[in-house]
């Protein structure tokens, strides 16, 4: 009997032990089917266990064209997460996309479709040039010169000609910078930051 109760309880010290060998499992979903420019990438991933090593996951094209490896921590089982960019026509053609994860040996996919509705985009490179400007380390006028070189004419249309006679007579109010911020905390729309500026070079509050 007793013999009994020392195999029985070490069967059942086996069973609650962790199985090192339990088949784990990953899983990555986008927030939505379906993205269009100007929006970044959103998606949750799901793992069974922590392991302390990241999640590995890779962008891919109808073509088979392949991003670099994305290393993406892995701290919670279940966590979403954001592109810090958003999806540009220059980098990004329009069609179906999977997304490749691995993690721990486990592999899993997911896709989703990049399509064009004509939404306004302010490129990467000037935004970019934005916070250089809210730190006083660019003049108006070589901001405003930059958005007429890198935004979209149909976005924003600068009708007087900026060069170097003028380039340094170009006044923009302060506040503007304000305004600036909210779009690079993506606050406000890629498309209400160009309305915003197209009113004020309309009604030449922004001064060339």
């Known amino acids: 009997m007793k013999r009994s109760l020392i195999i029985l309880s070490l069967f059942l010290g086996f069973l609650l032990l962790p199985n090192i060998y339990a088949l784990q499992s990953v899983e990555i979903a986008t927030e939505k089917p379906i993205f269009t420019y100007c929006e970044k990438l959103s998606y949750t991933i799901k793992v069974s266990e922590i ?3 990241p999640a590995t996951i890779h962008i891919i094209d109808q073509t088979g064209k392949s991003s670099n490896a994305i290393s993406i921590p892995i701290m919670n089982q279940e966590k979403s997460f954001k592109s810090p960019y958003p999806f ?3 980098i990004f053609p329009l069609g179906k ?7 721990n ?3 899993n996919t997911t896709q989703f479709e990049l399509v064009d509705l004509g939404n306004i985009c302010i490129p990467l490179v000037m935004k970019k040039i934005a916070y250089s400007w809210i730190d006083n380390q660019l003049s108006d006028g070589f901001f405003l010169d930059s958005i007429n070189k890198f935004v979209d004419k149909k976005a924003i249309l600068i009708e007087k000609q900026i060069n170097k006679e003028n380039i340094m007579n170009v006044q923009i109010p302060s506040w503007v910078k304000n305004t600036t ?3 690079l905390e993506d ?3 890629d498309t209400e930051y160009a309305h915003a500026i197209q009113y004020l070079l309309d009604k030449e509050i922004i001064l060339i």
């Open 51 to 53: 392991t302390g090593q």
């Open 88 to 90: 540009e026509s220059e």
């Open 97 to 103: 996309y999977s997304i490749n994860i691995e993690y």
């Open 105 to 107: 040996g486990t592999k």
């Open 181 to 183: 911020i909210w779009l």
């Open 187 to 189: 606050k406000i729309s």
